[in-house]
């Protein structure tokens, strides 16, 4: 039997099994002993014929066997009165670990079985004589029936396991055992009130000795008293963590437990002031604790408070919202990051812009730091509040900022204009528009579709040029650039040869507009001014893809080249004979020059097909341009060219007076 021992001690099954045979047959020895020789020594036998029986019971479960195990216990008389102190343990605990193994393969009604026969084997001894760790080992098995009772979920199971508590109850006291099992009991029975669980949680609370195992039991019990009542698990959470917990100064524990409270509390809805008794917790725990959380568990914290100032942002409960961060930006989470700490103010900003307080909104910015301050997001709600105001002069300087930021998205700028829109700002929606442009150099990426972006900024200045209370300062400049940089973009599109966003819808909306404009203020703005839109106009026109122009458009822009080469070369008379710098006034009268060359070309066409007073106009016009190559020639030294000119208007004369 010692060597039967040893071998299942180390597995070794295989030999175990010869050797319990080998046992056997001593055993049937024994029993073929006469009477007198068994009464000699009738306690040895017996015990050796118990411990025989433990041994082949251990095998068979060794072996995955039970029912053999099972088996051979009915068949014996097995008269648990006259095992020793010893063996009865010994037994009662092999039943015990059966039982175990049971429990883990959830084998409820095998798992009772087994230890129902360790407790009655047990009971059959005098408590005074066992020895060794029998007592605890009772308290464990009466431990573990009720739990399997409670898992059996069968009719009786509940009371069986109820009336093995109240046994518990007799020999332990309100040990933590005992009372966790009734912690089960009332979560398992739907009889026992929220009331009940949250008494025995208190009184474990108050007693239990604090361990890492203790303190997430108790949390995971609270998060069950959670499921019924909210309110009764946040009160046995301030018991846990002002009472037990803040003078253990165990930081992990606090960190929990607060987590817990918090998480707690975003989730209910049905306390009566949740802000009030979390800000009371904060403020107890700041007091009662000399250091922040940690990072980490702030981070949780503060998520868990994002998700309530989101939910009363969204529904513009902005108060509310302004009091969740407030919260969130608690001394006690100090290590949120700066990072964190500047998306919370921000959140501030727009609480306090959505109940329009501006002044409050400020305030929040002031109390910023340096870093925050200058962040485009930061700068973006000041603007808003700026607009607000009517303070133009923080608005440019927050556009200024947002600008200069070194991140190439202008999705903040595109946001500043809609404020701008919104607000009715003309100053600021140009302002904003001509930021985005020059944000891009003019350009931009690929979602956004640069001619609507160009056009739009065209009509605002447009619109502003009209105005005659207009703050736009050099207005006019502004749309030249516009232009200018529009014709630009449109002849790089068109080399790329890909997507395209100059459309022929497009050219021409450009196209008309700068010519419209050009003819409508050259009497009123200065030539250089004009002459950069005319040529922006010819430049688009340059554009238009000849193979799908139909005749009569093709007329149109030629009649507009036309009109557009007698306004340059007016334009350019004009800058030559004011230019005081005789090289650009030579380049000037170069210019007048081929121009004027050009419109020979293309005025034969028109002439032939043009009708009336049409017809007239376009003959003066032409007459005129070259009066203006006869005085550039002149300027120029070009003698040869004089008589060319002359010519010309002789010619022209004639013809003009015989149609």
Not at 153 to 174: H, P, V, Y
């Amino acid at each position: 039997m010692r060597t039967s021992r040893c071998c299942l001690g180390y597995r070794q099954l295989s030999l175990a099994e010869i050797a319990v045979e080998r046992a056997a047959f001593y055993e049937e020895r024994l029993k073929d002993c006469g009477s007198t020789a068994l009464q000699e020594h009738s306690q040895l036998v017996s015990r050796l014929s118990n411990e025989y029986l433990s041994l082949r019971v251990t095998l068979a479960w060794r072996q995955d066997r039970l029912d053999l195990a099972k088996l051979m216990l009915n068949k014996v008389n097995f008269n648990t009165e006259s095992l020793e102190p010893s063996s009865a343990e010994e037994l009662a605990d092999l039943f015990f670990e059966i039982s175990e193994s049971h429990s883990k393969k959830t084998q409820w009604d095998e798992a009772v079985h087994w230890l129902e026969r360790a407790h009655n084997i047990l009971l059959g001894q005098s408590q005074d004589l066992l020895i060794g760790d029998a007592g605890e080992l009772r308290i464990s098995i009466l431990h573990r029936m009720a739990r399997a009772l409670l898992n059996l979920d069968s009719d009786g199971s509940q009371g069986k396991a109820w009336n093995i508590i109240r046994e518990l109850e007799l020999d332990c006291g309100d040990r933590l055992v005992v009372l966790l099992l009734k912690l089960d009991v009332f979560a398992a029975d739907a009889s026992h009130s929220a009331q009940d669980y949250c008494d025995i949680l208190h009184k474990i609370v108050r007693t239990i000795h604090l361990t890492d195992t203790n303190v997430r039991t108790m949390l995971h019990h609270v998060h069950k008293l959670r499921s019924r009542s909210p309110l009764m698990a946040h009160y046995v959470l301030l018991t846990l963590l002002t009472e037990r917990l803040i003078g253990a100064e165990e930081t992990k524990w606090i960190e929990k437990t607060l987590i817990t409270i918090i998480w707690n509390c975003t989730n209910s809805t049905n306390f009566l002031d949740v802000l009030t008794s979390l800000s009371e917790v904060l403020d107890a725990m700041a007091n009662g604790t000399a250091k922040a959380m940690s990072p980490t568990a702030t981070h949780a914290a503060q998520v868990l408070l994002w998700k309530r100032i989101e939910a009363s942002y969204n529904h513009q409960i902005y108060d509310t919202a302004e009091a969740w961060c407030r919260l969130a930006l608690h001394a006690l989470f100090s290590n949120s990051g700066g990072l964190n700490i500047a998306k919370l103010q921000r959140k501030l900003m727009l609480c306090a812009l959505g109940m329009s307080d501006q002044a409050k909104a400020q305030e929040v910015y002031s109390q910023m730091s340096p870093s925050n301050k200058k962040d485009p997001s930061t700068m973006y709600l000041l603007y808003k509040v700026a607009l607000r105001c009517r303070d133009s002069g923080l608005a440019a300087q927050c556009i200024g900022t947002i600008c200069t930021a070194s991140n190439k998205d202008a999705t903040l700028l595109y946001a500043c204009v809609l404020e701008a829109q919104q607000t009715g700002d003309h100053l600021q929606i140009v302002r904003s528009l001509q930021r985005v442009l020059e944000k891009y150099n003019y350009n931009a990426p690929n979602e956004i579709h640069l001619p609507a972006l160009l056009r739009c900024t065209a009509r605002v200045l447009i619109r502003e040029l009209e105005n005659p209370h207009s703050q736009v300062i050099d207005c006019v400049d502004e749309i030249c650039k516009l232009f200018e940089a529009a014709a630009a973009q449109a002849r790089t599109s068109r080399r790329s040869g890909m997507n395209d966003p100059f459309s022929l819808a497009e050219l021409d909306w450009f196209s008309r507009n700068s010519y419209n404009l050009s003819l409508k203020f050259c009497t009123s703005w200065s030539p250089k001014q004009t002459l950069r839109l005319v040529q922006s106009c010819l430049k688009f026109i340059g554009l238009y893809p000849a193979a799908i122009i139909d005749p009569s458009m093709t007329a149109d822009l030629s009649l507009r080249r036309l009109f557009c080469d007698f306004l340059c070369g007016s334009l350019l008379i004009v800058l030559a004979r004011g230019e005081e710098n005789l090289e650009y006034q030579l380049q000037h009268y170069t210019n007048v020059r081929k121009l004027t060359d050009d419109f020979r070309v293309d005025v034969k066409g028109q002439v032939n097909r043009l009708e009336g007073g049409a017809k007239i106009d376009l003959q003066r016009k032409h007459a005129s341009l070259l009066a203006f190559d006869y005085e550039a020639a002149a300027r120029l030294k070009a003698w040869d060219s004089l008589n060319k000119i002359i010519k010309a208007c002789e010619t022209g004369g004639r013809v003009w007076t015989h149609c």
